[in-house]
């Protein structure tokens, strides 16, 4: 459950390209928006933005089937239907990344208090045809703040109260990050500035529960940033590979994607459905 074309990337990527791979698993990728009001990095595409020709979200609907390609979905659904929600936009909200929600809102953004109940039917709709053992969102906090990802998660818990599933939530470890900082650390040639300490958002380790390895994944992740090329740039070096969003802050492309458990399940595991580490 994303918020925005990319997100499934960025966040989730590895472990969706993982199990979408397995044949006795599927996923179900919904997305909230159309991503309008993203911030447009190649200068050549810049006149799709939304205070210009107002046509980023039908461009970015093509980055997200060619990323769904790449990662092997082959169920894909908008929340609604294509174009339902707007992408609300945000504001920034002082140090790092961390946003806001902005000041005016569209008549469809999907942040709108009065649109929640409708959202949450929405996707009760899609659970109830699906029956997923897991489900897959933001934290409470939407990772960053943007109200989108905040909302996505409050669709989600409520949805999951009526149709029940495990639910877990997206996250990186402060120790993951910080190795993999290191690694880019000096590089030669990296286009992205390092983010300055705590810019990048990060959950204290002990809060992760689940590490799925994604490392074979690499290949596909990589395909499916560069399928986003509108609001994400790559970079490789070897085996080391950094992106940035917009604001050109250089993250490193881990092997391992984290998740906290909604229901504050202590056990460490390295699979969606609950396996232990031990095996």
């Not at 928006?33 to 979200?57: S, Y």
Request: proline share 7%; charged share 25%.
């Amino acid at each position: 459950m994303h918020a925005h074309p990319d997100d499934e990337t960025l966040s989730t990527g590895g472990t969706i390209a993982r199990y979408a791979a397995e044949p006795d698993t599927a996923v179900t990728l919904v997305t909230c928006t159309l991503g309008e009001e993203g911030e447009v990095i190649p200068p050549e595409l810049a006149e799709l933005a939304p205070d210009r020709a107002d046509q980023l979200g039908g461009y970015r609907a093509g980055e997200l089937a060619a990323a769904c390609a790449a990662l092997g979905v082959r169920d894909h659904r908008y929340l609604g239907g294509i174009g339902r929600w707007r992408d609300s936009g945000m504001a920034l909200a002082g140090h790092g990344v961390r946003a806001a929600m902005p000041e005016k809102l569209h008549p469809r953004a999907l942040a709108r208090p009065e649109a929640f109940d409708e959202q949450v039917d929405q996707l009760v709709a899609i659970l109830e045809e699906v029956h997923p053992q897991v489900v897959v969102t933001y934290g409470p906090d939407g990772g960053y703040g943007h109200p989108d990802h905040v909302r996505a998660h409050d669709i989600t818990a409520a949805a999951l109260r009526r149709v029940p599933a495990r639910m877990l939530c997206t996250a990186v470890g402060r120790s993951s990050l910080d190795a993999g900082l290191a690694k880019l650390a000096g590089r030669a040639g990296l286009p992205f500035r390092m983010p300055e300490p705590d810019e990048l958002p990060t959950v204290p380790d002990e809060a992760i529960r689940v590490r799925v390895d994604v490392s074979a994944q690499r290949s596909a992740r990589i395909a499916a940033m560069r399928a986003h090329a509108t609001q994400v740039a790559v970079w490789s070096d070897g085996e080391v590979t950094a992106f940035a969003v917009s604001n050109l802050v250089a993250q490193p492309l881990l092997d391992v994607e984290e998740f906290v458990p909604a229901d504050g399940d202590a056990t460490p595991t390295t699979d969606l459905f609950g396996e232990t580490v031990d095996g």
